[in-house]
């Protein structure tokens, strides 16, 4: 069993960029990791998606703005997210797409003027 832990929300200004941290404690190494989010009200979504092989996944409405890539030795998987819009609003978390693992506390993503 793996544990997450989510940082490097805040509040940013539209446009702005923010790089979310998600450290895991047990390896990830032989697992492919997502980010998701969830915004009030709204079911929780899958917006992107690094396989153990380093392929990755994006949701429509995040690609080319966001970045997903880990660091096995570390065991961490990171989001940069750039050019932020008001509806990427939302709590984040990371965790395994295909079975999920205890979910963290997540970290929240505030896009506001």
């Known amino acids: 069993q793996v544990q997450f832990e989510e940082s490097g929300g805040g509040v940013v200004q539209p446009g702005g960029s923010l790089r979310l941290s998600c450290a895991a404690f047990?390896?990830?190494?032989?697992?492919?990791v997502g980010w998701f989010r969830q915004a009030p009200g709204k079911q929780r979504e899958l917006v992107a998606q690094?396989?153990?092989?380093?392929?990755?996944y994006y949701t429509q409405s995040v690609r080319g703005r966001f970045a997903i890539s880990r660091d096995n030795a570390k065991n961490t998987v990171y989001l940069q997210m750039n050019s932020l819009k008001p509806e990427d609003t939302a709590v984040y978390y990371c965790?395994?797409?295909?079975?999920?693992?205890?979910w963290g506390q997540g970290t929240q993503v505030t896009v506001s003027s």
């Open positions: 965790n395994r797409p295909e079975e999920f693992y205890p």
């Open positions: 047990g390896s990830i190494s032989g697992i492919g």
């Open positions: 690094i396989l153990r092989n380093g392929v990755y």
